[in-house]
């Protein structure tokens, strides 16, 4: 279904259908499946892995790895990569038929938790080649050729990162403009291009690499397929196609080594690409297929890689706050006996036990191969950053002044030199990096209403009319009207004794229920605004947050059931309870919004004037910089012309993936 949804053309043909079983898919759908939710125990022999794996990893974070100096210095030594090389750490995902340790991704995510409690960019830097570099596309798109010739050396020896993201396109993945054109012989790829923003790139051996290639399409065996022309003679179109591209070859340059906000140790570089020749032996899988493979892998890091991080950060600063807050004493009493630091220092522990129960969730479901697993996936992305922002910016204000102080400045006079102001600064990254909040949300939508899109994809198809669009409408009628009044039968929970126990029952059974309510008030949605939805963000947003507060409810709930069998503590409860009294009071506004009027047009109408230079007056008073004001004065003429040649070239351009804001997916 193309239609419903601005600028979804793009995103339709590289997505794939959701594929085996989805818990949120149902839920959205008012038929929530707590059942896939259970897990069976793990694996004896991951579980033997990982308590082997642990203790050699925290002996050589704990003496081979200094996070303080890979922070004054902005880089990471030689020797932390060599010995991370030895120890498998780059081989976690890649089976040991190729070399890997063949950690499923509980222990994989595990592991980066660990890692990221000693280092967030040293977390960041060896998730990167595992889950968006070359050995996950190898693994689920490659040729075995490929895999046997490339996995070994990424497990041992060679960074590998992943090249997407473009200057001029920024999150615009359909509208990349790097180029891999066939030569007359058939046998090379000639790429022009360039890439913006590629973590590991600067030190990266092998780079995933998404380019444009032209191509025609044919009919091949009554499949219908991308062909590249020599030349990019007679090409239908260029499409996106991934390929493998040794960063030694020639006409490869690193331009820059870009400087953040945080994450100062990441290698990160805008890269030019100058008539570099890849052999077609180095494609991966088939041609037109590369935006599909990027967002398939994407699903890596976004249900493993950025929550396990993400998790780890937060763990990080849990013990150093508390020991603030009982140390630090004004008024005569220690922080933690203040109400309002009590509240804060409670908030803090729910989010960070609903972190966990729904990043576990997620990393079991991906072992769990039969699932489907990217709306779970970008729900666990968006909750566990933006509740980790959250939860260290608290930490931040119970360290008060002593947290704003960098690290080096208290240990020079001897106190304790917790990095506090470092977490918050680096945390951000995790919020943009792999789909930023603001794409994914209504990504989830999107996803989740697809059985609706799908179903009514004839019906607002504008070519039919008359008796078959009437004929179209009671095949709807049909379905919508049993499926409608089943919304207001509750579902039995699963006859499992998990679904049992006293405090979960009428949690789940609230969820259950409410997933029935989100369903309907989608329903009343499409029907009252139609095809004006499709550029309602507000209302896809707060459908995504209803979802995400029921997941995280769940998951909480489930957890809560498993640690209070095997420990016989009910602390955890304390914690689910606030988790579901403060998502009911969320979720009941938002359905109400959903179905009803909102202030959203109000404000987006203000944003609007404000962009058109409607309150140009809230400037006055200081000094007026423009944002082009602030390039360097050599760069400003040229970058001029090209600004008039974008604006010239804006009209024509393809439509966003995901969204009418230019914040596609």
């Not at 032996?281 to 935006?291: H, S």
């Not at 989010?351 to 769990?368: K, P, T």
């Amino acid at each position: 279904m193309t239609s419903l949804f601005k600028g979804f053309e793009r995103i339709e043909e590289a997505r794939e259908r959701l594929s085996g079983q989805s818990f949120m898919a149902g839920l959205f759908m008012g038929e929530p499946d707590f059942g896939l939710l259970l897990h069976e125990a793990e694996p004896p022999d991951q579980v033997a892995a990982w308590e082997a794996y642990r203790p050699r990893l925290i002996s050589f974070l704990t003496t081979q790895v200094d996070p303080d100096e890979i922070e004054r210095t902005g880089k990471i030594p030689e020797s932390v990569f060599k010995g991370l090389f030895a120890l498998g750490a780059f081989a976690m995902k890649i089976p040991p038929a190729y070399g890997g340790l063949g950690f499923s991704s509980t222990n994989y995510g595990r592991a980066l938790t660990l890692i990221a409690s000693w280092s967030n960019v040293l977390a960041l830097t060896v998730a990167v080649p595992q889950s968006i570099g070359i050995a996950m596309p190898l693994l689920l798109f490659g040729t075995e050729e490929q895999r046997r010739t490339y996995l070994p050396m990424v497990a041992r020896e060679a960074i590998s990162a992943f090249a997407l993201t473009e200057p001029a396109t920024g999150s615009d993945a359909a509208n990349i403009r790097t180029e891999a054109v066939l030569e007359a012989g058939g046998e090379t790829f000639v790429v022009n291009g360039e890439k913006l923003w590629c973590t590991n790139g600067p030190i990266a051996r092998y780079l995933t690499l998404i380019a444009q290639v032209p191509a025609k399409k044919v009919t091949a065996g009554g499949k219908a397929m991308w062909v590249p022309v020599p030349e990019g003679k007679g090409a239908d179109a260029k499409v996106p196609t991934a390929f493998i591209l040794d960063m030694e070859a020639p006409g490869v340059a690193v331009r820059q080594r870009c400087q953040f906000e945080g994450c100062r140790g990441i290698e990160n570089g805008h890269l030019i690409f100058t008539n570099v020749r890849i052999p077609a032996a180095n494609l991966i899988g088939e041609v037109g297929r590369g935006l599909k493979y990027a967002l398939t892998i994407l699903n890596i890091g976004r249900g493993i890689s950025i929550p396990a991080i993400c998790l780890g950060m937060a763990k990080q600063a849990w013990q150093p706050t508390l020991d603030r807050a009982n140390e630090r004493f004004t008024f005569q009493k220690p922080l933690s006996a203040h109400q309002t630091q009590r509240m804060r220092l409670g908030h803090m522990a729910v989010n960070l036990f609903a972190m966990e129960s729904l990043a576990l969730a997620a990393w079991r479901l991906a072992d769990r191969h039969t699932f489907d697993v990217r709306i779970e996936a970008a729900i666990t992305k968006i909750f566990c950053s933006e509740r980790t922002i959250q939860f260290l910016k608290d930490a931040h204000i119970i360290f008060g002044g002593m947290g704003y102080e960098t690290a080096d400045s208290k240990r020079a006079r001897g106190e304790p030199a917790f990095g506090i102001e470092q977490l918050v600064r680096d945390a951000e990254m995790y919020r943009i990096g792999e789909g930023a909040t603001d794409v994914l949300r209504p990504f989830v939508a999107r996803e989740g209403l697809n059985p609706h899109l799908e179903r009514a994809a004839r019906y607002v198809a504008r070519e039919l009319s008359g008796p078959a669009k009437f004929a179209e409408w009671l095949a709807l009628a049909r379905f919508y009207i049993p499926w409608y009044f089943s919304l207001w039968r509750p579902r039995p929970l699963p006859d499992r004794p998990a679904f049992r126990h006293p405090l979960a029952t009428p949690l789940l059974r609230y969820v259950e229920r409410t997933s029935r309510r989100l369903a309907k008030a989608i329903f009343w949605a499409m029907v009252r605004h139609g095809q004006a939805l499709r550029d309602d963000q507000g209302r896809q947003n707060r459908m995504e947050m209803v979802a995400e507060d029921l997941l995280v409810m769940t998951t909480a709930t489930l957890q809560a059931v498993s640690s209070s069998d095997a420990t016989g503590d009910p602390s955890k409860w304390r914690l689910v309870e606030l988790i579901a009294t403060e998502a009911r009071e969320r979720i009941d506004r938002a359905i109400r919004e959903i179905r009803g009027s909102n202030h959203d047009q109000t404000v987006a109408t203000i944003g609007k004037e404000a962009a058109e230079g409607t309150y140009r007056w809230l400037s006055d008073g200081i000094i007026p910089r423009r944002l082009h004001d602030y390039r360097p004065a050599a760069t400003q003429a040229s970058t001029a012309e090209q600004a008039e040649h974008d604006r010239s070239s804006d009209s024509l351009a393809r439509p966003p993936l995901l969204t009418s804001r230019g914040q596609p997916l």
